[in-house]
């Protein structure tokens, strides 16, 4: 179980991390993450973290597409917690 949180708050730190810098890129013109690579970081458990990132530089905030799969995901991992919550 240690294992598993230590995963989670790491995930989630490299997330936010890494949300802050591809908003850096964005506004500087410079090589940035694909939309299908931050959300991906966000099904491996990061969802938190990159919500922490996106409300705090208002990135990815206003993509309704990005939007309505980092919500699907963050669904799915509500319900799979919830699920074996409940068993």
């Known amino acids: 179980m240690m294992a598993l949180l230590a995963y989670l708050v790491l995930v989630n730190l490299i997330a ?7 908003k ?3 506004r500087r013109g410079l090589y940035r ?3 299908r ?13 990159a919500f922490v990132g ?3 530089m208002q990135h990815k905030t206003h993509k309704r597409w990005f939007q309505m ?3 699907s995901i963050l669904l799915m991992q ?3 917690l919830t699920i074996v919550n409940q068993l």
């Open 33 to 35: 993450l694909s939309e």
């Open 54 to 56: 996106m409300q705090l």
């Open 24 to 26: 850096r890129q964005a």
């Open 16 to 22: 936010c991390v890494v949300f802050l810098i591809d």
């Open 37 to 49: 690579s931050l959300l991906l970081l966000c099904l491996l458990g990061g969802s938190l973290g």
């Open 69 to 71: 799969q980092f919500q």
């Open 78 to 80: 509500v319900a799979g």
